[in-house]
Every structure is written in C-alpha cells, then in structure tokens.
C-alpha cells in the first residue's frame, strides 16, 4: 500500500507526463511487522517496511479524469532489500479518498526478488479492498532450492494464507529437507 501512495504521490506533487525516466521515493509512516508479513509476496504490497520506496520508468503517465497512474519501460521498484520489475505498472487511485489506492497491476516479465527468494510470473495484482495479492500467468515462487509454481498464487493478505491453482495444467512443488529433516529453507516454505 506505501507502494501505492508513493506512486501517486510522485505523479501528483511532480504533475509528470511522461519522460526518459520517472523517479520517486518516499518516507512511510513507521508500522510495525505482524506475523506472516515477512512473505515474498506479501511484500508485494510494500506496506510492512519503512525504508524509502524508489521508483525508476522509461515514462510515467498519469490521467486526471480517470485518476489512473501508468509507468512505462523497464520498470523497477526498490524497498530495502525487495526489488520488483516489470514491464509496466498501473496504480488505480480511490475517486473518493486522496491518495489511497485501489488497485497495483504490473505486467510483462514480472519479478519479485527479497534476499534468497524470488517470484515470477507474467502479472501481478494487488487488490487494496479485498487485500489479496495474485501472481499470474505461470507463477513461480522461490525460496533458495525450494519453488511452487503454477497458473495462479493468491496471497490473502488478511488470512495469512495463500493459494496455488493449476489452470489448465497442475500445481508442482519442490521442496528440499533443511538440515533438521523438514522441508523449508530455514524452516520456511514458498
């Protein structure tokens, strides 16, 4: 959600149209990290940290009517150590609150990194309503050795849960023993 504000926040203080690069970083209000929020994906919503956010675009675009935020070209957001790219980003503001937003959708080649884990997939969307995150068109999440993939990943937010959906073809998982014999790296799973 931070991710969301300092998105809008850069197109409506700068009034950017457009340019060879778009940038932005912003403070976050501190919050304090609950439990499960430490997920590859849950850090999608960019919400849980407070280091500034920095955005980088071939352009940005922003819509006054329609309250949309478009960037364009080779984009990448950095957060402390958690990094996503994509081909583009649009952030769809609330029409009856300022600044808050309704919705984050990357596309093209996304990829979400945090130290050993990663995540792919052709879209990802954060939805601020039903505070689900989903991971589309063939997702893929990495923790070290350990991946899951398939068509769809939701991440429900609030439920601390997650869910793999096969699509037309299966869900696969692989999942290597930690040193004390449970699958995970350090205890943990993708």
């Given amino acids: 959600m931070a991710l969301a504000t300092a998105l809008a926040v850069s197109s409506l203080a700068g009034r950017s149209s457009g340019g060879e690069e778009a940038q932005a970083a912003i403070r976050q209000t501190p919050k304090e990290v609950e439990p499960g929020q430490d997920s590859l994906l849950n850090a999608l919503s960019f919400s849980s940290k407070r280091d500034p956010i920095s955005v980088a675009a ?34 769809v503001l609330d029409d009856h609150a300022e600044n808050r937003v309704k919705e984050i959708v990357a596309e093209g080649n996304v990829r979400v990194s945090k130290g050993p884990r990663w995540a792919t ?64 790296t350090e205890g943990s799973a993708p």
Avoid: C, W
């Fill in 58 to 91: 071939d352009g940005l675009e922003f819509d006054y009517r329609t309250h949309v935020l478009v960037y364009k070209g080779g984009v990448e957001v950095i957060q402390g150590d958690i990094k996503m790219q994509s081909q583009t980003l649009r952030v």
């Fill in 121 to 184: 997939g052709g879209r990802a969307e954060f939805d601020q309503a039903k505070q689900t995150v989903v991971l589309s068109d063939d997702a893929v999440v990495h923790d070290g050795s350990n991946e899951v993939s398939g068509d769809r990943i939701v991440v429900y937010l609030n439920e601390n849960r997650s869910v793999v959906e096969g699509g037309t073809g299966r869900v696969r998982a692989v999942l290597f023993p930690s040193k004390t014999g449970t699958p995970g």
